[in-house]
């Protein structure tokens, strides 16, 4: 039977607002979305009438979300010292139930901030998307593929990429697998090449760190003479589905090349901006119409898994830069965080239109005042709204936040979970 969702205003997509709008929904399906005046007749059909603003779930396109674990670690240094120092070696201590509560943990938060959808790289990929699915958020698995020494070479980690594909790939559509070497300057060329390789031949996403750092061109330029990008392009890395995360310290030939293999960018501002490493070229980006996705990175190097704050981060940061109030426009930090992340994720998600998946979130308007029209609709949700504002969540029809709280998630339990065992990682 098909659900009505009556509401006071509907958010459609970046450019789209109705007020009022409806949205049904067949199954885990959009039905149909627009304004109530001419939405079609439904005798007989459930109506809920949700008040408020419904709109598109917010789509994380690069993350770490086990890494609630280690929250705050390493705080004040820089990237290479952080990993180092802070992280690696407690990660090399982490358990596939360690790695489950954490993601579990970090579902709660990302649902109850509105976030639908989410992209990960870490390893214990099996603890990972078992978490996902028992909090039912749709969740794209790229594995770290690297070495860890004591734990795994990145050999091995490549062959489990291909088990775990075999194992979730299709067993619900909340899990895509795909392949996540984690950088030019921690795999190696031929690791490099065999990432590509199993990308292209499952037809999948390859997510990798490119220019986080200025530091990380050193060794590159060094070793091989040129950019990552470019180093990627020679080896036929680019030629798989490419999600390239950060890609801060790109120049104009490296941008050509993200146009020419039509590469997408994960950017994350505000895990950049407390690591030092830099801000990206995000409004050049969006201006050579990239693929462009918001992402929370690590709640170990953010520290929270709050996309919506890299939504109002990401414009304040292009205009700063750039000295320039129209620079990513409200409306592209909207699209950025629902259908560009969903695009540069390849998912039918991140807006609210016929035949895609149904996952929208509840927004209370009773705080945005005033609303005279929709550009300030628009102007509220990037500059004013925050995740205290959103109060349900549906991923794939299901209604998995209800008044604020994670129905999918013993919050509490998770919440005990992480506190003990973080305890014994930093021991």
Known sequence: MITRYVAEALLSSAG??????????????????????????????RVV???????????????????????????????????????????????????????????????????TTT??????????????????????????????????????????????YDDYDGRSDLITVGVGPHAAYTVPVDGLVASARVARELDTLLQIHVAETLA???????????????????????????????????????LALYEEYDVAVAHCPQ??????????????????????????????SNDNLDLWEEVRLAPLLARAVGADA????????????????ADALGLEVGTLEAGRAADFIRLDLTEFVPVADEDELRSHLVWSASSRAVTDVWVGGRQVVAGGVCTSVDAAEARRQVAQRAQRLAG
């Not at 007020?19 to 079609?40: C, F, M, S, T, Y």
């Not at 080896?235 to 801060?248: K, T, Y």
């Open 216 to 254: 990380e061109d050193e060794p590159v330029r060094a070793t091989h003479g040129c950019s990552t990008p470019e180093l990627l392009a020679r080896l036929g890395v680019l030629d798989a589905q490419v999600l390239a995360a950060h890609s801060v310290w790109l120049s104009d030939a490296d």
């Open 326 to 341: 129209g620079a990513l426009t409200t409306t592209d930090a909207l699209h950025l965080a629902t259908r560009g992340g």
């Open 119 to 164: 992209c990960e790289m870490y390893l214990h990929g099996r603890a990972v998307a078992e978490a996902a699915l028992q909090a039912g958020i749709r969740c794209v698995l790229t594995p770290g593929v690297f070495d860890l020494p004591g734990v795994m070479t990145w050999q091995q980690a490549l062959d489990d990429v291909g088990r775990l």
């Open 271 to 300: 895990s950049n901006g407390k690591l030092g490493s830099g801000i990206a070229r995000a409004a050049v980006m969006v201006a050579r119409d990239l693929r462009v996705g918001l992402g929370t990175d690590g709640p170990a």
């Open 49 to 115: 009438d949700v008040g408020g603003l419904l709109m598109p779930g917010l789509v994380n396109t690069h993350a770490h979300t086990p890494m609630t674990l280690l929250r705050s670690t390493g705080d004040g240094l820089p990237l290479e010292r952080w990993l180092q120092e802070a992280m690696w070696p407690r990660e090399a201590r982490m358990t596939d139930d360690d790695v489950h509560w954490g993601m579990l943990f970090g579902c709660d938060e990302l649902l109850r901030c509105g976030v």
């Open 16 to 45: 789209w607002v109705h007020r009022p709008g409806v949205l049904d929904v067949d199954g885990n399906r959009i039905a149909w979305a627009g304004p109530a005046d001419i939405a079609p007749p439904m005798p007989g059909h």
